[in-house]
């Protein structure tokens, strides 16, 4: 059964740090993965999104990596801000019809308190 | 910054009524869809378009319909509401045949049924 999985399902950090959140996936054969970000109440907006040929691709201060071999994917938020918190989503899509399949993960709820 | 959109924003509604959640998007593309998401849970495609005249059901099973005469417009209407049908629902469309495209989500409808 294709899979996305989530972790940590929550994270609270302060200010100004950094933090790492990560998504594991079985879906086959592979497209592409994205990363979203899901502010309360609003719809999700996408932040980037990675080719199995991609190892690596910024947005400003996310930093998302790919590793198609073990099938996994990391955002990298760098000098966390209050607007930063949200919930980040993980999909998956796959190559098995033209609609390109999508997987979603359930998201890691991240608050960055001041 | 979403050129989709969505309204009602929130619906609280009575069991048996008849509902339309409306969903129009000003960046021409032809795929448009619907999913539902429930908190701490991912998302789950209940509709989807390739274009006008076309539509399919999603994995999730739903008591809902939609319709799309209109490129721009794709209502989904639910004839008899019920408690379970409480939920958020979120509209998204994606430009291009390329796997590539990003979805464009809407803000969503909170719905809820008494």
């Known amino acids: 059964k294709n899979q996305v999985e989530q972790s940590p399902q929550s994270l609270i950090i302060l200010e100004g740090k950094n933090c790492t959140l990560q998504?594991?996936?079985?879906?086959?054969?592979?497209?592409?993965l994205r990363w979203y970000k899901q502010d309360t109440g609003r719809g999700p907006v996408s932040l980037t999104i990675m080719t199995f040929s991609e190892n690596t691709k910024s947005n400003g201060r996310y930093t998302a990596t790919l590793d198609a071999d073990t099938k996994q994917s990391s955002l990298h938020i760098t000098a966390s801000q209050l607007s930063d918190s949200a919930s980040y989503i993980c999909v998956v899509s796959d190559r098995g019809s033209t609609l390109g399949r999508l997987y979603f993960g359930r998201g890691t709820q991240l608050t960055v308190w001041p | 910054e979403a050129d989709i959109y969505q309204t009602p924003r929130y619906l609280v509604i009575g069991t048996g009524k008849k509902i339309t959640l409306e969903c129009s998007q000003t960046m021409g593309h032809d795929k448009m869809y619907w999913y539902q998401q429930d908190p701490g849970m991912e998302l789950h495609l209940i509709h989807y378009?390739?274009?006008?005249?076309?539509?399919e059901k999603g994995d999730l099973s739903s008591e809902s319909t939609v319709s799309r005469i209109r490129t721009e417009h794709f209502p989904l209407t639910l004839e008899s509401a019920r408690p379970s049908h409480t939920s958020q629902y979120l509209c998204?469309?994606?430009?291009?045949?390329?796997?590539?495209?990003?979805?464009?989500f809407g803000n969503g409808t909170r719905l809820t049924v008494t």
């Open positions: 378009s390739y274009g006008v005249n076309s539509t």
């Open positions: 998504c594991n996936y079985t879906v086959s054969p592979f497209s592409n």
């Open positions: 998204a469309s994606g430009g291009d045949s390329s796997y590539n495209s990003p979805l464009h």
